[in-house]
């Protein structure tokens, strides 16, 4: 079940970033997170106070989570997009974790099918996204999602140097 997160849900999420950022550090994933830098709890309480921070749960346990909003990094104004929408009409998910030990259960494939049904719900048919170049794992699902990837920028991100971000887009038909 996907549903908009409470302040209960917090400790769970920043676990989730917690045994992401472990992944990274023993060399398990390429994620291009650090940690203390990006994501930290603070993250997801701030997403939590605008009310667009989203879990997914199963039996009871929280095993991901998302940030679903219109929120357009500012780098995403240097590329020309595919489809050009009034910001109003876009919809951009952010911060999708699931849970390491929920691996293969397809709940990051069940989240953006949420976030693309969520979008239509609001009236955006154009989504947005970004990613590190360096996870190829994310790269992977989302090219097998539909959505193309529109352009590689380099840039610090949420505090991490040297970032590459790989924007992406899908245009839903209405």
Same mark, same amino acid.
């Given at each position: 079940? =996907? ?33 203390? &830098?990006?994501?930290? !709890? ?6 939590? *106070? ?7 749960? !199963? ?7 998302? =940030?679903? /909003? ?7 104004? *240097? &590329? ?17 974790? =699931? ?12 989240? &953006? ?8 719900? /609001?009236?955006? +048919? ?8 360096? /996870?190829? &794992? ?5 090219? !097998?999602?539909?959505?193309?990837? =529109? ?5 610090? +991100? /949420? ?11 899908? +245009?839903?038909?209405?």
């Amino acid at each position: 079940m =996907i549903r908009k997160a409470t302040a209960s849900d917090i400790d769970a999420v920043a676990r989730i970033y917690d045994e992401i950022h472990q992944m990274e550090e023993s060399g398990e994933a390429v994620i291009g997170w650090i940690r203390g &830098v990006y994501p930290t !709890k603070a993250i997801a309480e701030e997403a939590l *106070r605008r009310d667009d921070l989203f879990v997914i749960e !199963k039996d009871g346990e929280v095993l991901g989570s998302g =940030i679903i /909003n219109k929120i357009q990094v500012s780098d995403y104004a *240097r &590329v020309q997009w595919e489809h050009e929408a009034d910001a109003d009409q876009v919809c951009v998910l952010h911060t999708l974790t =699931i849970s390491p030990r929920a691996g293969k259960m397809g709940l990051g494939r069940q989240f &953006v099918d949420f976030y693309e049904a969520y979008a239509l719900e /609001n009236g955006c +048919f154009e989504l947005r996204i970004d990613t590190n170049e360096r /996870n190829l &794992v994310a790269r992977r699902m989302y090219a !097998k999602l539909g959505y193309k990837e =529109i352009a590689v920028v380099p840039t610090v +991100f /949420n505090g991490i140097p040297d970032v590459n971000m790989v924007l992406l887009e899908k +245009f839903l038909n209405r």
